[in-house]
């Protein structure tokens, strides 16, 4: 490393034409700077440089290793450059993974960051399955509900509220749930839960009509799946229970192809995490984009979607 900053120095003295420049363009002192060019010579064993009281000139050893010099120094200065550039402005690819229920909110939220940067461009992986974020070289992840991966850096940028649903031809067919304790008795469809985990349910009352209480369900699930999506469609085929998300039945509620079970019980919202897999400072692409989605989740929040 110490070969590479002499070259730096030489390089420097070639292009500024005297040691004492070259001294005042690297804030060192003449005499630092002829020591640097002494110690790279007998490095070498060559001398670089013809020296005489007036001026210097290249030795034709000199003039050879000065082209790799330079190109060294416009390499570094490159990718300085390169690197300020990315941590400053949104540029390069981002690799953004998120659950299918999440995909349709990346458009409108990164979209005019993207118009408005031209130099950044997306690469979406969709899975409800999360995937490994380092091997995949993912720079930012969105994840659904609690969180604990400790190994992992996330920001909670939103919440998602979340209906009990289902189909009226299944409440048609099984009956109406009144209490909580009637849902025990139903069909059940549900996310597969993650390792070690299993399927709970918690309900809090809602309102003011109603003594305040909570319940705690542990249902035996009819179909199991990684895909809230899929669910959804097992949901508006009448097979049972479901937990969504509001925006993604928004239009089946309206159209009356799913209604809300128990609407006077809450269940708790989704919290919605930016992930990262390190906690080093972020380049711009990453940090404008969690504020996009951010910004967008509260937009949605504040317009009653989500």
Not at 215 to 227: D, F, G, Q, T
Not at 233 to 239: E, P, S, T, Y
Request: glycine content about 8%.
């Amino acid at each position: 490393m110490d070969r590479y900053r002499r070259m730096a120095v030489f390089a420097e003295v070639v292009a500024r034409g005297s040691l004492t420049g070259a001294a005042r363009g690297l804030g060192l002192t003449p005499s630092a700077v002829s020591q640097q060019l002494r110690q790279l010579e007998t490095e070498l064993g060559v001398s670089l440089l013809h020296r005489s009281t007036r001026r210097l000139a290249l030795t034709e050893a000199g003039a050879s290793f000065h082209e790799g010099c330079a190109a060294m120094v416009a390499a570094a200065q490159s990718a300085e450059q390169a690197l300020a550039r990315l941590r400053d402005a949104p540029e390069g690819e981002l690799r953004l993974a998120a659950p299918v229920g999440l995909a349709r909110l990346i458009a409108p939220a990164l979209a005019p960051l993207m118009s408005a940067h031209p130099g950044l461009s997306l690469r979406l992986l969709v899975d409800d399955t999360p995937i490994d974020l380092i091997e995949q070289r993912v720079d930012l992840a969105l994840r659904v509900g609690s969180f604990a991966d400790s190994s992992l850096v996330a920001r909670l940028i939103g919440r998602l509220p979340v209906l009990l649903v289902a189909a009226p031809a299944y409440l048609a067919r099984r009956g109406v749930p009144a209490t909580p304790g009637d849902l025990l008795q139903h069909d059940w469809l549900l996310m597969q839960p993650r390792a070690g985990g299993v399927n709970a349910v918690e309900l809090e009352r809602e309102g003011s009509g109603g003594t305040p209480g909570s319940e705690r369900l542990r249902p035996v699930p009819r179909a199991l799946s990684s895909n809230q999506l899929a669910l959804q469609h097992l949901c508006l085929a009448g097979l049972g229970l479901a937990v969504m998300v509001l925006p993604d039945i928004a239009e089946d509620l309206q159209a009356g192809r799913l209604v809300r079970v128990l609407p006077s019980w809450r269940l708790a919202d989704y919290g919605v995490h930016a992930v990262t897999p390190t906690r080093d400072a972020q380049p711009a692409k990453v940090r404008h984009a969690i504020e996009a989605l951010r910004l967008h989740l509260g937009t949605e929040a504040g317009a009653g979607l989500v």
